[in-house]
Structures are given as C-alpha cells and as structure tokens.
C-alpha cells in the first residue's frame, strides 16, 4: 500500500533460469495495470543456472482504492533450442492506493465451501487498516441470501499503519433454505467512511441436502453419552482421549497488566476420524474480555491437533487470585459416512499474579543470600530460614504474592538485625557514662536490657523498636543533668591545658593591644612634633625673611612653639622606652633606664645648640633645660626607688635568717 502522490517499491521479484540453455527474459506490466509501474530492468540475459532481480516502483493512480498488479515475464532462448516451458509467467499482487484518513482492507480468511441445510456456516475475515488514522466504530457486513439471517459484526476502533483485526462469524442455515450455490459477500465499513476508503470481498458456498445419518453425542467430562450411530466420537470421551482433545496445561500462570494471551491446543482424539467445524468457546468469570483466535477451524485431520491462542483484551481487568474458565469444543466428527456431533468441556485454572514466575523464584534466591549474610555475621537465624521455607512451599503453589510479602518480612528482619547490632553497643556506652555521671537512666537501662534479649532471640523489629524507645529516654532521662565535678575529674588535662593556653592568650591579647595603643601614639606624636616644627620654620621665615613679625613676638611665639615640641618630645621618648622594653621582664626599670639616658642625651644636644651653634635664645634654652632636668629628676627617682626595693628584699631574707639563729641560741 502506498498514499496517493508517493512513489514507492512494491516488490524485488526474483527470477531462476532452471532451464539447460541461456533464456533472454523480457519483463513487462500487465496492460490491464491501472498504476503506474517502472521496472529497474526491462530485458536481460540469464545463463543456465543463473537468477536476476526485478525492481517494482509503482505510483499510486490518484483515486484510492483496491488495484490488481500484474508483472508479465516471456522468456526466449537465445540459442535458438528448443522452446522455454513456461514461456510466459506473471507474478501477481494486490496494491492499495489511500488517501489520508483510514482505509480498512478486507480479505476473507477461512469459509466452509460446502454446508447442510440447518446447520451452520462459517467465515472468519481478516480486516487491516492500511490508512494513518484510526476507523472508529468499525464494523464487518455480511450479505447473505434473503432467506438468511444477515449479520453485521462489530469490530470497535482499528488502528492506522497496517493495524489488522479479525471478525469470526457463525450463520445459522435455515432448515428450508434452496440447494445450490449461494453468494456471500463481506464488506467493512466505520463511521462517517466513504466508498472508496473501504474493499470488499465475496465468497460463496454451496448448500446440500442431508443424506447421511447423523449421530450427535453431548459430553462434559470423561463419563458416558448418548449412543449412537457408529464413528469416532460416538459416547463420552475417556480420560486419554481427553487428554488429546484438550492437549493443554490446566493451570495457566499470567502476569496482570502485562501478558495478554496464552496457548490453547486442540487435539483430535477420534480415532480414524476427523473434525470438521471446530468451534472453541470459553466461559466463566471476566470471560467477555477473553477471545479465541482462531475460533473455528475448518478441518483437524486424523490424529492432527490445531493450536490456537487465547488473547485477553483487557489484562488489567484481570484481579489477582485463580479464575477458572470453561473451555467447550463443538465438532462434526466424521468417520466414513457417519457424521456425529460432539460437544466437549474442560476446566482451565487461570492464576493471575502481580509479577511473574521469575520474578517470584529472584525473591526466593533474595532471601536465601539474606539468610546466608545473617549466618555469615554470627546473628540468630532460625527465623528467617523458616520464612524462607515457606516461600519455597507458596512458590510452589503459585502464591506468588505471598512469596512477595514473606521477601519483605525477611528483608525488614535482616536490615533491622544490622541496625540492633550497631546501635545497642552504642547506646549502652552512652547509658553506662550517664550513670557514671551520676545521673538516673533506670528506664532507659531496663529499655536497652529488653533490646538486647530481643535481639538474642532474633526478635530483631522489636529489639529495634525497644532501641528507639531506649534512645528517646534516654535523652529525656539525661536532658538538663550536668555533674561539674565528674566534668573536671574527666577532663582535668583538657581544662589545664585550656586554661594554660586561655592565659597565654590573655596575655598575648593585652600585650597586642598595648603595643597598638603605643604605635598609635606615637604615630600621633609624630605628626604632631611635625606641625610644630613647621611653625616655629614659618615664625623665622616671617621675622627674619618677610619682615612681618618683631622681635618680641618672634621671641613669645618660639616659646610657646619650643615648650609644646619639649612636652611631645618627652612623650615620645616615654612611648618609645615602653615599646621597647614590652616583652622584657622587669621592664618597668628597663623602661626608665632607656627613658634617662635619652633625656640625658637630649640635654646634651639643647647644651651643645645654645653654646656651641648659638642656636637656641636665653630664654627658650633654660625653659627646656628645666623640663629635660625636671623629667630626669623624675626618671631617676623611680629608679631609686626599685633599687631600695630589691635591697629591701635581700635584707629582708637576712634578717629572718637571723632572727631564726638568736631565737635558737636564747633557747
């Protein structure tokens, strides 16, 4: 099939030369073709023995509908022998020309050729949806003799791309009905189609008179049935010839949601004999839901069997559990001139599960790897190896969703054993301190005491869950208890070693924060002996350069100028002292030593400015002399005063000395 504007390729023929001698082969279409077709090779040359291939392209004619191919070979021998035999062959087809929309083709599969008056005929369709759409509501006419009950067969929706259904369909031949051939044509059709969206197709049969003696024999089960005329099939079947007829399992294991049919087989037990009309029905339980394909058969020879399938139209319908079905095969059993009717049953137990048998058999392996990890760490596992001895015994019965329920038992067992096995020693260590501690924990002694005779017993869920309540207690029992002095016992090194490293942070912290104190300071003494400096320079520039200041004011202006810079030198000289004796011990005397011999050193300088460089005026030079002098006056005294105290300290270990010796000799 191909849509109407597509070039397509139909068919590769392959063509044999069988003959003795060389054959030129002319291939052509037939000139009754309505499509358009272009061969890939319209003559060549085949040695004997050879083979060649025939490309057929087709386009489809631009009306769709059902078209009859016809590919033509003649065949001439290029060796002037004797004549090919065939000479002429066709290679025949059917093409299907579509539109957009759905296009149901429809072809008749089986019908019986002949029928009885007052039985029943037979025909089985098949209908493939050749368009890109879906056919809703689609449906199979059969157009019979007037005097036949017509029957229209409902199909439902059929898919696009080559989607194929079947329609399987039983008429009932009136009694009275005329002899001869009768025509029987089948069309198809959905809602809204047209004319040519649809093929037809027509068969015929012809209807006989009844001119044997028929027998017919009803059972249902292996015990006896009417008697009749001679001929297999005559009475009820026994057991071994049931067997054959119904030569199938009795049990039928499906997945629900996810297998969708399984294997049927009928069998012809009738020894000598063969089935005609074969019509298999199932009833029972969802039975609606399930369809026999095929459903009749035409003919089941002589010890023959026919297989058909069960096909479930709605798995998911399907409930877990067994489902028995009733299984009934009509036939016309023949034997010579016999003709009797027989009509069997048998029992087929459908047992639907939630996952499939190999499935159930991995849970099983599951379990005994689960069981084997408890031996192997040294736990209890009596308990376990039990359960998975009955998922052997429910496999094996089918119960596969019980197997599914035992595997979760044991892996939640297994996983809790582990978990018990890590948690009891750690939340009987945290006990055990508690109580070191002095704290009350009898609840959660008693809980952790049960946890641990579970879990000896393999009773490991509820070792697991006595485990939580253990820890919830635990941390209720303990919440708010602090015992300092088992806190200092126990961590004594901790807390001198943290004290140790706490002071010498202090003191690195306070001896940082003094040193950036003084850098500071000194960093603003600095700027400030700098602006003084700067001036006193631009007093002497106005007085001596520019004129603008007189003698008296240069002179009060210095003054002030000089006393301010000796107050910021003094300091800075202190700053630097203390700077540079931080980190000595003893650095208070230290400290004063270095600040006296800079205070001696700048007197020198002041001494050498006013009488050797003539520099510094009367007035500024003894104002300086008196603030340099009255600092080291200062200096000096504190420096006297630590050494009394040391020579205090000395002789105060000598007189206690002595004082001991005379209280001895007065003794």
Known sequence: ????????????????????????????????????????????????????????????????GVYIMSIKFTANNSTGGATVSPQVNYSNGTFVARGDGPFLYLQIDYTNSTVVRGETYYINVKVTNFGNESADNAWVYFNVPSDWTAVNDSLGTVGPNSTVTWSNVTISVPAATTTGSKAILAHPGFLNYKHNQTSNASTSTVVTAASTTTTTTTSSGGGGGAGGGGGGGSGGLSEAQKETLFGTPKVYDLVSGKDKSFPFVVGNPYAGSEM??????????????????????????????????????????????????????????????????????????????????????????????????????????????NLGRQMEVFLTDGEYKSVQELNQQIETLVENAFIAKEKIPEIDERIKLARQQGARVLESTRLINIAKAAFQRGDFNSAVERLKEAELTYLIETKGYFNIIYFVKSNLRTLIFGSIAGIFASIFAFLYGE??????????????????????????????????????????????????????????????????????????EARLKHESGRLMEMIKNTQKRYIEKGDLETRIYEDKMKSFTGRLGEVEEKLALIEAQKELKKRGGTFKVLFKKGAAGKK
């Open 1 to 64: 099939s191909a849509a109407i504007g597509n070039n397509v390729t139909v068919a590769n023929i392959t063509i044999n030369n069988t003959g003795d001698y060389a054959q030129i082969f002319l291939v052509a279409k037939d000139i009754a073709v309505v499509p358009t077709v272009v061969l890939n090779e319209s003559s060549f040359t085949l040695a004997q023995g050879r083979q060649g291939s025939v490309q057929v392209n087709v386009t489809p004619p631009t009306i769709a």
């Open 276 to 385: 005609h009309n074969v019509s298999v029905e199932v009833e029972g339980l969802l039975s609606q839901y399930l369809r026999v394909e095929p459903n009749f058969i035409k003919q089941i020879p002589k010890d023959g069997s026919y297989p058909t399938e069960v096909i479930i139209t709605a798995p998911a319908y399907f409930s877990e559990g067994k489902h028995t079905l009733t299984f009934t095969i009509k036939s016309t059993v023949i034997k010579g001139v016999v003709r009797t009717k027989s009509t069997e049953t048998t029992q087929v137990v459908l047992r639907v599960h939630e996952i499939s048998t190999e499935d159930a058999e991995g849970l099983l392996s599951s379990a005994e790897g689960l069981v084997k990890k408890l031996k192997d760490a040294g736990l209890y596992f009596a308990d376990v190896e």
């Open 515 to 588: 040193y950036a104190i003084i850098n500071y300071e000194l960093n603003k003494r600095g700027r400030e002996e700098a602006v003084l400096l700067g001036l006193m320079k631009a007093v002497q520039k106005e007085c001596f350069e520019e004129k603008k200041m007189s003698m008296s004011e240069y002179s009060e202006a210095m003054l002030q100028y000089e006393k301010k810079l000796t107050g910021v030198v003094q300091r800075i000289v202190e700053l630097e002292s203390t700077k540079s004796n931080i980190l000595k011990f003893g650095r208070d």
